[in-house]
């Protein structure tokens, strides 16, 4: 491991995603990709790996070789759009080669661009990304913080505590009215009833009340609403919050003393097994390093010969098609073949003629038989006619005669 990774490099892929995705919208992606595929907008975490985010592969790796040649498009390289039932290893494979050309760096396997997620995917999108933003001369600018005028902040504090004073004063007084108009005053009571005690107008005879005692009820039904003691909340209640908030501040000063303690054994004991395992990292790095570059060299070489591979593979199926459509041709001819055989060679035709014929020889004797009777028939009508004719002759003669007579 060449680098020090710390516990946050785990989120190091949101991170990434969300520049990727700002990167994507200066580039107005949704109007040349999402629009022009009828896609949804992506989420802020699409291409992220984790199991937290809902994952499709076949979805997000679509997504991911649409984006990608788009943005090779946008560098000036020549690239087809990949459709959703192309062969995923040649579209990997020449997504890092045109990533490649481009001058990206690529040291890992092209595997892991398959499940359409995590921290491969997006590395090589934000490489395309940057490519293509280069490509278009896109720079960033410098951020615009707006000024901040701190005496009309402190005139607004002052105005505020001024407000304040004045609502409190304001209470007072109407406290003091509400006071002196609906309280008794006890003072004046007194001073009444001292007087009417020294001018000794007592009445001689005890007084009777004629009031009736149903009115009385009525009355008392009336008035009792009014009678019913408020008391009003005091104005100062705020003064015993602050109170308490210093009170709570107290405690958790307290208690951030006893944790701070704790928090501070505890990075000691974290950095001290960082360290053992940092150093045990670097001694493992150079005990493996030449191990490490063998393996990147067969890694290499690997991928050039599934290339290769892919590259044959793809010729082979061409000629097993076309091997296949021969064989189904070669099928058909050969089955015409034995039809044409088998009709030359067989004697059944020859027979069913003979049988025909004989069945016409058979048929003729029958209608010869049949117009032999029917001139039998016609002779002998014709004899019976003749007959009848030569004495219906004879007949007449005679009675012609014997007319002659007479």
């Known amino acids: 491991m060449a680098e020090e990774e710390g516990p946050g490099s785990v989120y190091q892929m949101f991170v990434l995603m969300e520049d990727l995705l700002d990167k994507l919208k200066v580039l107005d992606y949704e109007e040349h990709v999402l629009d022009k595929h009828n896609i949804k907008p992506l989420s802020r975490h699409y291409f992220v790996s984790s199991p937290h985010v809902l994952s499709n592969p076949g979805e997000q790796f679509y997504m991911f070789s649409v984006i990608a040649a788009w943005l090779i498009s946008l560098c000036g390289r020549p690239f087809d759009t990949p459709q959703e039932y192309d062969d995923p290893n040649a579209t990997v494979s020449n997504i890092l080669s045109e990533l490649r050309t481009l001058g990206g760096q690529v040291d890992f396997p092209p595997s892991k661009l398959k499940s359409g997620s995590g921290e491969h995917v997006c590395y090589v999108l934000d490489q395309l990304v940057e490519k293509a933003l280069k490509s278009k001369g896109f720079t960033w600018n410098k951020p615009m913080y707006p000024s901040v005028e701190v005496e009309d902040e402190c005139v607004q504090e002052d105005d505020a505590e001024l407000t304040l004073?004045?609502?409190?004063?304001e209470m007072t007084q109407e406290d003091e009215e509400y006071e002196e108009e609906d309280g008794l005053d006890l003072d004046a009571l007194k001073t009444r009833t001292n007087q009417s005690e020294l001018s000794g107008s007592r009445p001689a005879v005890v007084l009777e009340s004629d009031v009736d005692a149903a009115e009385w009820n009525l009355e008392v039904e009336r008035v009792l609403p009014q009678l019913k003691v408020t008391i009003r909340t005091d104005n100062k209640d705020w003064r015993i919050h602050l109170d308490q908030m210093?009170?709570?501040?107290?405690?958790?000063?307290?208690?951030?003393?006893?944790?701070?303690?704790?928090?501070?054994?505890?990075?000691?004991?974290?950095?001290?097994?960082?360290?053992?395992?940092?150093?045990?990292?670097?001694?493992?790095?150079t005990q493996l390093e030449h191990l490490i570059s063998e393996y990147r060299q067969a890694q290499a070489q690997l991928n050039k010969v599934k290339e290769l591979y892919q590259q044959a593979s793809g010729g082979v199926t061409e000629r097993t098609r076309i091997l296949a459509e021969i064989s189904e041709e070669l099928e058909k001819v050969k089955q015409e073949m034995e039809e044409k055989?088998?009709?030359?060679?067989?004697?059944?035709?020859?027979?069913?003629?003979?049988?025909?014929?004989t069945k016409l020889k058979q048929e003729i004797e029958q209608m010869d038989v049949r117009m032999g009777v029917v001139e039998h028939t016609l002779l002998q009508a014709k004899?019976?006619?003749?007959?009848?004719?030569?004495r219906d002759m004879h007949a007449t003669h005679l009675l012609e005669q014997n007319t002659q007579t007479y």
Do not use: W
């Open 246 to 285: 210093h009170q709570h501040q107290d405690g958790i000063n307290t208690s951030l003393q006893d944790a701070k303690g704790c928090l501070f054994k505890l990075r000691e004991d974290i950095s001290k097994t960082l360290e053992k395992v940092s150093s045990r990292e670097k001694y493992l790095n």
């Open 165 to 169: 004073s004045k609502v409190e004063e």
């Open 383 to 390: 004899l019976r006619e003749k007959n009848n004719m030569t």
């Open 341 to 357: 055989g088998s009709s030359m060679s067989d004697g059944a035709p020859v027979v069913k003629i003979r049988q025909s014929l």
